[in-house]
């Protein structure tokens, strides 16, 4: 992958922001704060573009989530002067349950029981939407999007990507850059493995190549536009590419449905993404 000046990235997305606003006739902005390096990049992004006053944090603890990514989000909710609220969703989580569980013969997946948090969460960013008129920013980054990691109508969900052009490696990058402006990121955010934290002990390598490998792989396959062929003559494990490669077409079928992004490179993003450009 090219280096990237992220204060230039870090210019763009904050602009982006606020034309995007601007556009809409919106000043307020809501977003879900997990303890994780994503929410954290868009929320101190949606600050710088926004203001302190006009960004509503809202965590979303469930019997998964860690002690540490709590604290981590709360302290960061103080670190940027943003409001937050906290709405556990164990017992909204408890209540699906008990109502699948005779549809489902007591054979509840796991993964319904993870995709089930992530669209209660949602629910609940869009209540406050619906009821505040603020509009909800999208925490999901390029890495997960194009590996297909995410939940329709849960994560998936906002009126704007902020971070969908933006590999996982640069998400830390701007963490690492927002930081030496002012150091509002907790450290634990920026050091702890990377988790959804929808079920015991999740890590998202679980399911996901490293991203120190993942995200090279998909600059070369998106970015450079280079064959499987090529990636794999370049260095790249052949099964590795291949596993990539089928998960990225089995998942396709999320892009057509996604919110807009807002895009920072020259090259275009995957169609049929819907992007916002930032000038």
Do not use: W
Not at 37 to 45: G, H, K, M, R
Not at 53 to 71: E, K
Not at 142 to 149: F, V
Not at 154 to 163: E, H, P, R, T, W
């Amino acid at each position: 992958m090219q280096e990237v000046k992220t204060d230039l990235l870090y210019g763009k997305l904050v602009r982006g922001i606020e034309l995007f606003f601007r556009e809409q006739g919106k000043e307020r902005a809501v977003l879900g704060l997990s303890g994780g390096i994503d929410s954290a990049v868009v929320a101190s992004l949606a600050v710088e573009a926004l203001g302190a006053d006009n960004v509503h944090a809202i965590l979303m603890p469930s019997p998964y989530s860690t002690l540490h990514s709590v604290a981590d989000a709360v302290e960061l909710a103080g670190n940027l002067n943003i409001e937050h609220s906290i709405v556990p969703i164990e017992t909204i989580l408890n209540r699906y349950v008990n109502e699948l569980e005779d549809l489902f013969c007591g054979d509840l997946k796991s993964i319904t029981l993870e995709n089930i948090q992530a669209r209660i969460r949602s629910n609940i960013l869009m209540a406050y939407s619906n009821n505040t008129g603020a509009l909800v920013l999208n925490t999901s980054n390029k890495s997960e999007l194009a590996m297909g990691y995410g939940t329709l109508y849960g994560d998936l969900s906002g009126a704007l990507m902020v971070i969908a052009d933006q590999y996982k490696l640069q998400v830390y990058s701007l963490a690492r850059y927002i930081n030496s402006l002012k150091k509002v990121i907790p450290e634990s955010t920026l050091t702890k493995e990377p988790s959804a934290e929808l079920r015991s002990f999740q890590k998202d390598s679980d399911t996901l190549p490293e991203y120190s490998v993942l995200d090279p792989i998909l600059h070369s396959l998106i970015e450079e536009g280079k064959s499987a062929q090529e990636v794999i003559s370049a260095g790249s494990e052949m099964i590795l590419v291949d596993r990539i490669l089928k998960q990225m077409a089995s998942s396709s079928f999320k892009v057509h449905q996604l919110p807009q992004m807002l895009q920072t490179g020259d090259s275009p993003l995957l169609p049929p993404y819907k992007c916002f450009k930032c000038n």
